[in-house]
T-cell receptor, first 114, second 111 residues
Framework: DVKVTQSSRYLVKRTGEKVFLECVQD?????MFWYRQDPGLGLRLIYF???????EKGDIPEGYSVSREKKERFSLILESASTNQTSMYLC?????????????FGPGTRLTVL | GENVEQHPSTLSVQEGDSAVIKCTYS??????FPWYKQELGKRPQLIID?????GEKKDQRIAVTLNKTAKHFSLHITETQPEDSAVYFC??????????FGQGTRLTINP
């Protein structure tokens, strides 16, 4: 049973702070993804990674960066948090690149930037 | 890049009736179309998917149809039950790599 966990369910930060969101999966998946979820906008891809130390920009990468030092862990970094980054952040993983495989999501982190 | 439009944004049906959610996509190269269900306070979970070499796929009370010519696909839920109440997301991708999601449909089943 795939398990994707995220470091926090709720997080409150101040404008300008550096914010780290962590995601860990325990099923040796190669692919990992970061999305933000906003009402009426669906799930929008921020960054994704197919391998350790590899990253690719998604559809809305501005203001974010990522790190993948280990296969099981994918971190999302807000270098200088802004109020428009208040959102629900969802991490996901899937087995392998190039396969039609399911994305397994974490529980989400609701981030509020004041 | 790919763009996915999903309609309606909200849908309310009587228990036992059918519900249909429709999505259109822009990139004719897309070949994989999953549907995810997100119950209140829970994470999204895959409920059904279809590849472009198939026109229809069923799994008990849910079915997905795909019209490649028109570039649209639909989710059909029959005999709806209270536990079907959730937000549903369609998505499209080429090769199941990067998914592009629709805006979501909030489905409410009225008893």
């Amino acid at each position: 049973d795939v398990k994707v966990t995220q470091s926090s369910r709720y997080l409150v930060k101040r404008t300008g702070e550096k914010v780290f969101l962590e995601c860990v999966q325990d099923m040796d998946h190669e692919n990992m993804f970061w999305y933000r979820q906003d009402p009426g906008l669906g799930l929008r891809l921020i960054y994704f990674s197919y391998d350790v130390k590899m990253k690719e920009k998604g559809d809305i990468p501005e203001g974010y960066s990522v790190s993948r030092e280990k296969k099981e862990r994918f971190s999302l970094i807000l270098e200088s948090a802004s109020t428009n980054q208040t959102s629900m952040y969802l991490c996901a993983s899937s087995l392998r690149r190039g396969l039609y495989n399911e994305q397994f999501f974490g529980p989400g982190t609701r981030l509020t930037v004041l | 890049g790919e763009n996915v439009e999903q309609h309606p944004s909200t849908l309310s049906v009587q228990e036992g009736d059918s519900a249909v959610i429709k999505c259109t996509y822009s990139d004719s190269a897309s070949n994989y179309f999953p549907w995810y269900k997100q119950e209140l306070g829970k994470r999204p979970q895959l409920i059904i998917d279809i590849r472009s070499n198939v026109g229809e796929k069923k799994d008990q009370r849910i079915a997905v149809t795909l019209n490649k010519t028109a570039k649209h696909f639909s989710l059909h839920i029959t005999e709806t039950q209270p536990e079907d109440s959730a937000v549903y997301f369609c998505a499209a991708s080429m090769g199941a790599q990067k998914l592009v999601f629709g805006q979501g449909t909030r489905l409410t089943i009225n008893p």
